[in-house]
């Protein structure tokens, strides 16, 4: 049972989903793959894969079977492709609910063929190449054996390869991603000569999606673009952020000039000040690296975090100001108040933006606001 927090939550903003979907569609001549894996980078699953369905976007992407069947339980019956399995992982749920599967090496393969045997259905399959992330795909030299054995069982009726994908190294123009796209399509090209003939290649993140034209193919695979993340910091697509994180105040005290605050006492008052106690904490994603640089936002105007974040709450400093109980703080948001975004609160960390939003933890609970009309 999640037991959400009664003084924090978290706002997903639909509309920005939505615009940002937008964004990639007309960024492209390629179809798009809305990623919503790590329940919808934290936004949630569901509700955001059915804003970038209506957008623009005709695939999703998960990690896992069990992110897939979520979606489907959800009621999308869109084509959903899932990554990151086991060889001996029994899929055969995902495959009766017409999931695509993705395959990196010939025992993955074999294995979906005889649970697709098993059911007496044809599983749709992409087979993954290593083209230089050096993660998850096929290496080239097993990447020929691969092909070969995915011809044959497709002659036997019980995959089909639907698609060939690899994964950047970034996203960012360059020779990394040159060296990539040609290893990509060295892969292709040994698919095909082997006599499989895949409808959709795929290569693009959110960064190549916007800003590497060669690497978008048929299919494009957007993930933190979608919720407002610019992926490239050397340039400004428009994206909105689509989730803002809030609390309220639960405690105002006055302190004497060396106060210190927190554990550790790493930060201790340099004049008499005003404390503000905010009920979030590592426990729910925030930061603990983030002390000593982190700000928040009060009343439209930033003020600095005092002190270690600890496991359920944490300081801030307001100075001269005269917060009331009860009064909201703007933990992260867009940005187009002046407060602190998912971006800085990475920065502060050390750390991606990717971690941030899906660190938000389940004791923040998500409200939802609305599309608008026209979406």
Avoid at 66 to 85: C, K, M, V
Wanted: net charge neutral; aromatic share 6%.
């Amino acid at each position: 049972m999640r037991i959400a927090s009664p003084h924090a939550h978290a706002v997903v903003h639909l509309d920005a989903v939505a615009h940002n979907t937008a964004v990639f569609a007309a960024a492209t001549n390629a179809a798009v793959m809305a990623v919503v894996k790590a329940d919808g980078f934290g936004h949630g699953a569901v509700r955001v894969a059915e804003t970038a369905l209506r957008s623009g976007a005709t695939w999703l992407g998960v990690t896992t079977c069990a992110e897939a069947l979520q979606l489907r339980a959800g009621g999308i019956d869109a084509p959903i492709l899932s990554w990151l399995h086991s060889p001996l992982e029994d899929v055969a749920a995902a495959l009766l609910a017409g999931v695509d599967l993705s395959v990196s090496s010939r025992e993955h393969l074999r294995a979906v063929a005889a649970t697709a045997a098993r059911l007496g259905r044809t599983a749709e399959v992409h087979l993954k190449a290593d083209t230089g992330l050096h993660r998850n795909g096929a290496r080239p030299e097993e990447w020929r054996e691969l092909v070969r054995l995915a011809r044959e069982l497709e002659i036997g009726e019980h995959v089909r390869v639907r698609g060939v994908w690899s994964h950047l190294v970034n996203g960012a123009a360059g020779d990394a991603n040159r060296r990539q796209v040609g290893l990509f399509d060295e892969a292709v090209a040994v698919a095909r000569a082997a006599g499989l003939r895949p409808r959709i290649r795929h290569l693009a993140n959110s960064a190549a999606a916007l800003g590497a034209p060669e690497t978008h193919y048929e299919l494009v695979r957007p993930g933190i673009g979608l919720y407002g993340v610019e992926p490239d910091p050397g340039r400004v697509h428009g994206l909105r952020g689509a989730m803002t994180v809030r609390a309220r105040l639960i405690l105002v005290k006055r302190v004497p000039a060396g106060s210190g605050v927190s554990y550790g006492h790493e930060y201790v008052t340099d004049r008499d000040t005003t404390l503000a106690l905010v009920p979030l904490g590592y426990a729910d994603g925030l930061p603990w690296a983030a002390a000593g640089r982190a700000e928040v936002s009060i009343g439209g105007r930033r003020y600095p975090v005092a002190g270690r974040i600890a496991m359920d709450q944490f300081v801030v400093d307001v100075g001269d100001a005269c917060p009331r109980l009860g009064d909201e703080v703007v933990v992260f948001g867009p940005g187009a108040g002046g407060e602190p975004t998912v971006a800085d609160w990475a920065r502060w960390a050390g750390t991606v933006p990717h971690e941030i939003v899906t660190g938000i933890g389940p004791r923040v609970a998500r409200h939802y606001e609305r599309e608008s009309a026209h979406v």
